[in-house]
């Protein structure tokens, strides 16, 4: 999201001395090599054999990224693919990092989440500030820019942390925090206009919001968030009903109405039917790596659907990789009673709404926040490294069915 920073006023005069995303990428850079020398500094020890499962998917990912970035040369390549190549050996790589080594605990998932809140609510407001003087810059499809996607994204993760917390704390204080960051980041969320982000936020918070309150929480608590919740709507409500009237208001709507669900008129479902075509025909290796443009025909860099994008690009091989590192450690996340605490509860309705929105929008790069939290389910999955320099336990099973059950060494 470094790049959306640059066009914000306030950040204007660091964008000329230093490009944000360098700077960005230094101070992460520089985090995890902090967090990592401080972990092996704790442990003289090897791992424990239940802990090694975090080593074998970082493996696994870099197999993973290996085979991509064969495939994109194994074939005729075009600068698009060789971007895309490019993007998947540098980003990729580091978001998997992140996930497995880095935000490894729940003080750490909390920081994160306090992260994506707090620039959702800054980049809420400037968008705000922005619609109101007739600028839309920072907005796109079709004339809104190329960011409406990343801003959608990004709002909408801030609107399910949110509320999920929102149902879940017991501190007055803190819900009124996360009410004011709620209602901020939805109306930001709408007025991206990213309809993939607003659908899947909603649904979403539908099917957890229910799960979240009824998790160990008595009714007095369950009312009490229940009213927060439903004050929540009601400002979003008030909110718009305000702007409605407005004429970027009209613009937006007409874009949220704007939905074909006829393949001759959608093209994203277009796309659909010829990314299966291509794989019909390439079943076992794809056609490679950021070559859907060209096979195509249709102008799309990727089918806006990542599961048929691996499968066109990569083919069956690489489809079997996908799964193990992105969908059967999240499937795994459900078993039991595995992340019934608010923290794991957050995270999995996070990778809900990144996985639900990698279904409609963006390719296999757009969408690497799916990937750090598939990783950060990983990460609680293992043992974990506390603050007091031991192990504990977490409360998930990853890959239940081959993990053998190993005694914990103290």
């Known amino acids: 999201m470094a790049g959306e920073f640059k066009l914000l006023p306030v950040f204007s005069s660091i964008a ?38 975090r080593n074998v998917t970082g493996v696994l990912f870099l197999v993973f990224v290996s085979y991509m970035l064969l495939s994109s040369v194994a074939r005729p390549t075009s600068a698009l693919a060789n971007d895309k190549a490019t993007e998947v050996a540098l980003v990729l790589p580091w978001f998997a990092f992140v996930g497995l080594f880095v935000v490894t605990t729940p003080v750490r998932i909390h920081r994160l989440m306090v992260l994506v809140m707090a620039m959702a ?21 079709g004339g809104f820019g190329d960011n409406y996607q990343r801003i959608g994204r990004l709002t909408g993760a801030s609107v399910v942390a949110s509320v999920i917390y929102l149902a879940a704390v017991k501190s007055r204080s803190r819900s009124i925090l996360l009410l004011i960051v709620a209602a901020v980041s939805s109306v930001g969320m709408i007025y991206s206009g990213h309809r993939a982000g607003l659908l899947m936020a909603g649904i979403v918070l539908v099917a957890m919001i229910p799960v979240v309150l009824y998790s160990g929480r008595t009714g007095a608590q369950r009312a009490r968030s229940g009213k927060y919740i439903i004050s929540l709507l009601a400002i979003v409500a008030v909110v718009g009903a305000l702007v409605s009237s407005t ?16 393949s001759e008129r959608n093209p994203r479902l ?49 489809f079997a990789m996908f ?32 996985f639900l929105n990698a279904m409609v929008s963006g390719g296999i790069n757009d969408n690497r926040e799916l990937l750090i939290f598939a990783m950060i389910l990983v990460s ?31």
């Open 16 to 53: 000329r001395l230093i490009d944000i995303t360098v700077l960005a990428f230094i101070i992460n850079a520089a985090a995890g090599a902090k967090v990592l020398a401080a972990r092996w500094r704790r442990t003289s020890s090897p791992l424990e054999p239940a802990g090694r499962w």
């Open 121 to 141: 609510v800054v980049l809420s407001s400037a968008l705000l500030m922005r619609l109101q003087s007739g600028d839309i810059s920072m907005l796109g499809a």
């Open 247 to 262: 004429e970027r208001a009209q613009v937006l709507l007409r874009r949220y109405q704007a939905v074909e669900l006829s």
């Open 270 to 318: 277009q796309m659909y039917e010829v990314g299966l075509e291509l794989f019909s025909e390439h079943p076992v290796m794809g056609i490679g790596l950021g070559r859907f443009k060209e096979e195509s025909g249709l102008g799309y860099p990727h089918p806006h659907n990542l599961l048929v994008e691996v499968l066109a690009e990569l083919g069956l091989i690489g």
């Open 323 to 354: 799964g193990l590192l992105y969908l059967l450690p999240a499937a795994s996340a459900f078993v039991g009673g595995a992340n019934r605490d608010p923290v794991g509860m957050m995270v999995v309705s996070l990778y809900l709404f990144y």
């Open 380 to 410: 609680r999955n293992e043992v974990e490294l506390v603050d007091s320099g031991g192990y504990e336990p977490s409360h998930s099973t990853l890959w239940p069915a081959i993990t053998p059950r190993y005694p914990l060494h103290r």
